[in-house]
């Protein structure tokens, strides 16, 4: 089993989101999906929602971006 940074994608309320994402991009997107619903035993989920998730991980551990916000506050 692979050990994915994200767990199962909660259902929350919907955003809208308009953005244009290169081809290799969208195609990773849709694999990820389909690697976490075996991981996650939960049906494939929408690509899409995964961004907000990787974003969310991404900044959550990016220690430079931890020192500046607590520097700004």
């Known amino acids: 089993m692979a050990k994915l940074k994200l767990g199962p994608i ?3 309320k919907p955003v809208k989101l308009t953005l ?3 081809g290799p991009l969208h ?3 849709v694999a ?3 690697v976490l619903a075996r991981e996650t035993g ?3 989920t929408d690509p899409v929602r995964l961004i ?3 974003l969310e ?3 959550a551990s990016d ?3 931890a020192t500046a916000r607590r520097a700004r506050s």
Do not use: S, T
């Open 27 to 29: 195609r990773n997107l």
């Open 57 to 59: 991980r991404f900044m």
């Open 20 to 22: 244009e994402l290169p």
């Open 32 to 34: 990820y999906a389909e």
């Open 52 to 54: 907000v998730p990787m």
């Open 42 to 44: 939960q049906p494939a």
């Open 63 to 65: 220690r430079g971006f």
């Open 10 to 12: 909660i259902d929350d």
